[in-house]
């Protein structure tokens, strides 16, 4: 059984930092791209960053550039969202997910970022 368990999200003041986690299981992660998106209240779920499956290549909307990094540790299953310098517009329910060879998406459940003074 595929899953994904998000943690590390919660509430943070602008200009700080968090470390997302996503542990994967189920599936053989070193196979896959990993990728982070995320949804703020009325807005649609966006592509935040994507690794390949040796992590050698990586992906980031223009809005998190220079200050996100997505990387993973395919020895542990996991992959990671660094984020730095974070802005209240980060606020967002972050998911990561992965698609299959067949184009099955899995998402996991989410875990809530808040960027708040």
């Known amino acids: 059984q595929v899953q994904l368990v998000e943690s590390g999200g919660g509430l943070v003041q602008p200009g700080g930092s968090l470390r997302l986690s996503c542990a994967a299981s189920?599936?053989?992660?070193?196979?896959?791209?990993m990728s982070w998106y995320r949804q703020a209240p009325g807005k649609e779920r966006e592509l935040v960053a994507r690794?390949?499956?040796?992590?050698?290549?990586?992906n980031y909307a223009d809005s998190v550039k220079g200050r996100f990094t997505i990387s993973r540790d395919n020895a542990k299953n996991t992959v990671y969202l660094q984020m730095n310098s974070l802005k209240p517009e980060d606020t967002a329910v972050y998911y990561c997910?992965?698609?299959?060879?067949?184009?099955?998406?899995?998402w996991g459940q989410g875990i809530q970022v808040t960027v708040s003074s």
């Open positions: 997910m992965f698609r299959t060879f067949r184009s099955s998406d899995y």
């Open positions: 189920g599936f053989t992660f070193s196979s896959y791209a």
């Open positions: 690794i390949t499956y040796i992590g050698g290549s990586t």
